[in-house]
């Protein structure tokens, strides 16, 4: 027991990245307006050598407890109403009896 809290202990980081924010449920919008300046950053090589922006853990976490992260937490999860929406296709028994009763004229 005792030997698995220190290995959890050792795991947090003192960081945090893009991913494992958006893994936390933050989005990118979130991101950009909640934490606008990175603490750190860290070589990244996944695609082309670049820099990763890092985030202190103690701020996102006291980010986390504010109101304005809940209130734009629950924004992102509620569906967006405007914009275009796949059509509608009927059932397609309906669609055959349609055809089948079709005569022209």
Request: hydrophobic share 40%; with cysteine; proline share 9%.
């Given at each position: 027991?005792?030997?698995?809290?220190?290995?959890?202990?050792?795991?947090?980081?003192?960081?945090?990245?893009?991913?494992?924010?958006?893994?936390?449920?933050?989005?990118?919008?979130?991101?950009?307006?909640?934490?606008?300046?990175?603490?750190a950053?860290?070589?990244?090589?996944?695609?082309?050598?670049?820099?990763?922006?890092?985030?202190?853990?103690?701020?996102?976490?006291?980010?986390?407890?504010?109101?304005?992260?809940?209130?734009?937490?629950?924004?992102?999860?509620?569906?967006?109403?405007?914009?275009?929406?796949?059509?509608?296709?009927?059932?397609?028994?309906l669609?055959k009896?349609?055809?089948?009763?079709?005569?022209?004229?």
């Open positions: 027991m005792q030997r698995f809290l220190m290995v959890a202990e050792q795991t947090q980081t003192k960081y945090l990245t893009m991913y494992q924010l958006k893994e936390r449920g933050w989005t990118a919008t979130m991101i950009a307006t909640l934490l606008p300046a990175h603490n950053w860290r070589a990244a090589y996944i695609r082309v050598p670049s820099n990763a922006p890092l985030h202190l853990r103690a701020r996102i976490e006291e980010v986390e407890l504010s109101d304005e992260f809940l209130i734009a937490q629950e924004k992102s999860r509620k569906p967006r109403l405007g914009g275009a929406r796949p059509p509608v296709r009927p059932p397609l028994a669609v009896r349609c055809v089948q009763k079709f005569r022209p004229t």
